[in-house]
């Protein structure tokens, strides 16, 4: 149903009450993956209802799995065969370039595994080197043909020590989950130290893995011959908890994210606290209020524990409505900014000068017509039209349905006046 929808933001509402978050998107994705691992059934739990939920479950079925999602329940139930298909075909793949976590799994469990490449996305080129590299590290033979990795270890892959370029979280991710059955020890140095990434070993030390140093940059792991199917409950999604807690302050709110750790998101809550907003703590989550006008923060996007370069965008609208000027420095992903011409479009002042991005903050935006180009800038755009005079309409927010579960509901609960519309006959061609 692409291009379909819109959402239509009338501004000026602050945000007042309390939101639930669920699963984090970055973690489930790849615990499904995970479960391709062990024969039986595997039960995920706090599963966000969104589409890239929808588009990995068809691509683990496609592979052999029976999945059933209880969407009220938000749980899901992985019947995982003793045999499973070794190709992740392009039209799955394309959709959403996290299918590439199936690659170690299969590879792990098969010997061998025949994956399209996902191409770049709207965000940047993002390669595979670090995968494959890593995965030849310990025995397999990898080629490229007609668009496709293929990988094969005939013999079992063997343990080895790994040391990564960048802390790049696929690449950890699939080396991780290719080690854990290899024939002895890998060491993983510089290893990514995510939330999600530390959620993923901990599912994977419960189905038998044998994984030491979890959540710091060296991973340690011996392989065992086999593991066995388990319950799991995903991590919080830190970064849509941290677009709510922005959400609360550019509208002035008052808003509890409950079900969220906030131990995720030091550096984030230390920004909105620098913008101005009073950020408490709480058993369940945390609460994020604010009275006054934000002051413009710098940012500078690095790995874990640095700050999160998925609230980047969102920080960019909370800086353009802000007293002063700040510069963002983006340092993952190369075509980060592009969705700052759509908040050009609301009147936001932002020159962007390579990787940095100059923002100077005005005291109002005016609503418009603007196109969201991923999930982040899709959602990033909704927060600008919270806070612009008159009516914004955000369209192709499938990219937003792709990582937000019960977004605009949740929204028109905490008082924003926005709905779900058709998109515009023009707009829907
Ligand atoms: C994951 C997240 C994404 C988040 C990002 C960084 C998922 C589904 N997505 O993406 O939301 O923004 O982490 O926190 O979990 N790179 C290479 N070669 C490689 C691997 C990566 O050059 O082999 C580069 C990429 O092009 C990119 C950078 O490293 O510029 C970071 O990539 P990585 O950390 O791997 O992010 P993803 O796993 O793609």
Redesign the pocket.
Known sequence: MRGVEAFRVQGGSPLIGEVRVRGAK?SV?KLMAVALLAEGRTTITNVPDIMDVDIMARLIERLGASVTFDRAARRLDIDVPAELEQRADYDLVRQM??SISVLGPLIARLGVADIALPGGDAI????????LAGLERMGAKVTSEHGYVLASAPERLKGAPIWLD?P????TETLHMAAVTADGTTVIDNA?R?P?IVDICRMLTAMGAQIEGTGTSTLTITGVPTLTSTTHRTVPDRIVAGTWAVAAAITGGDVRIVDADPQHLDLALDKLTAAGAEVTGEPDGFRVRMTDRPTAVDIVTL?YPGF???LQPQFIALNAVATGMAMVTEN??ESRFKFVNELIRLGADVRIEGHHALVRGRERLSGAPVVATDIRAGASLVLAGLVASGETLVTDVHHIDRGYDSFIPDLQRLGADIERIPAPIDEAV
Do not use: C, I, K, Y
């Not at 790049?168 to 690449?171: E, L, P, R």
């Open positions: 970055n994705l370039r996290a940047g080129s993002r390669g595979l080197d670090m995968h960048f790049s979280v696929g690449a990514a995510e999600e790995p999160a370069t998925d993952l992903f």
